[in-house]
C-alpha cells in the first residue's frame, strides 16, 4: 500500500515563497511520476507539475518560472518551491504518485497567500 504525506503549508505573503515536500512509502517501484495539483475554493483540481524518476519536469504555464519541482529518488520524496506567490496561489495542494497504471494522492496542505 502506498502512502503520501505532505508538509509545508501555511499562510504567506503575496510575494513570498513557500517550499511543499512530499514522502511516499510503500510499494514504490523505482519508475514513476510524482507531482503536484492544487484545488483552490470553488474550483476543479488542476495540475501544477510533476517529475519524472528520471528528473524530467513539466509546469502549468500559471506557475512556470515561478514554482520549481525537484525530487529525492533515495527518499521517495517531491519538493515543490514556490516563490513570487500569488494571491491566486492560495489553494489545497496535493501530492500525486502516478504508479502504472494507478493514481495515489496525498490528503494535501493548504496553501494561503494573504496580506
Known amino acids: 500500500q502506498v502512502q503520501l504525506v505532505e508538509s509545508g503549508g501555511g499562510l504567506v505573503q503575496p510575494g513570498g515563497s513557500l517550499r511543499l515536500s512530499c514522502a511516499a512509502s510503500?510499494?514504490?517501484?523505482?519508475?514513476?511520476?510524482m507531482g503536484w495539483y492544487r484545488q483552490a475554493p470553488g474550483k476543479q483540481r488542476e495540475l501544477v507539475g510533476g517529475i519524472t524518476s528520471g528528473g524530467i519536469t513539466n509546469y502549468a504555464d500559471s506557475v512556470k518560472g515561478r514554482f520549481t519541482i525537484s525530487r529525492d529518488n533515495a527518499k521517495n520524496t517531491v519538493y515543490l518551491q514556490m516563490n513570487s506567490l500569488k494571491p491566486e496561489d492560495t489553494a489545497v495542494y496535493y501530492c500525486n504518485l502516478k504508479l502504472r497504471a494507478s493514481d495515489y494522492w496525498g490528503k494535501g496542505t493548504l496553501v494561503t497567500v494573504s496580506s
Open positions: 510503500g510499494s514504490i517501484f523505482s519508475i514513476n511520476v
